[in-house]
């Protein structure tokens, strides 16, 4: 089992920049796919950006070029970088963990609220 814990979610203006910060519990994080995922009001949740086990990272279309996720294992920690931030970047975002060899394996933290607003 897998604690996720995210922080760093504020209140900012557009163009403003936020790091967001997801501990995660354990001794496997770094076999994990750790990811960042948001949801707006009204909206389903959705993909901002995973990084593998390996450090391959992946981007929604709408965040790229300004996002950027990283990891480091040694504090079993993931982050995500937002930069030139957007109203429409208003949302809750949740960290999530998974192993895709493992059947089942899957954790979302609690979330962490993020306001774009001038």
């Known amino acids: 089992q897998v604690q996720l814990v995210e922080s760093g979610g504020s209140l900012v203006p557009p163009g403003g920049s936020l790091r967001l910060s997801c501990a995660a519990s354990?001794?496997?994080?770094?076999?994990?796919?750790m990811g960042w995922y948001r949801q707006a009001p009204g909206k389903q949740r959705e993909l901002v950006a995973q990084?593998?086990?390996?450090?391959?990272?992946n981007y929604a279309d709408s965040v790229k070029g300004r996002f950027t996720i990283s990891r480091d294992n040694a504090k079993n920690t993931v982050y995500l970088q937002m930069n030139s931030l957007k109203p429409e970047d208003t949302a809750v975002y949740y960290c999530?963990?998974?192993?895709?060899?493992?059947?089942?394996?899957?954790?979302w933290g609690q979330g962490t609220q993020v306001t774009v607003s001038s």
């Open positions: 999530n963990a998974d192993r895709p060899d493992f059947l089942g394996f899957n954790y």
């Open positions: 354990g001794s496997i994080f770094s076999m994990l796919f």
């Open positions: 990084i593998t086990s390996r450090g391959t990272t």
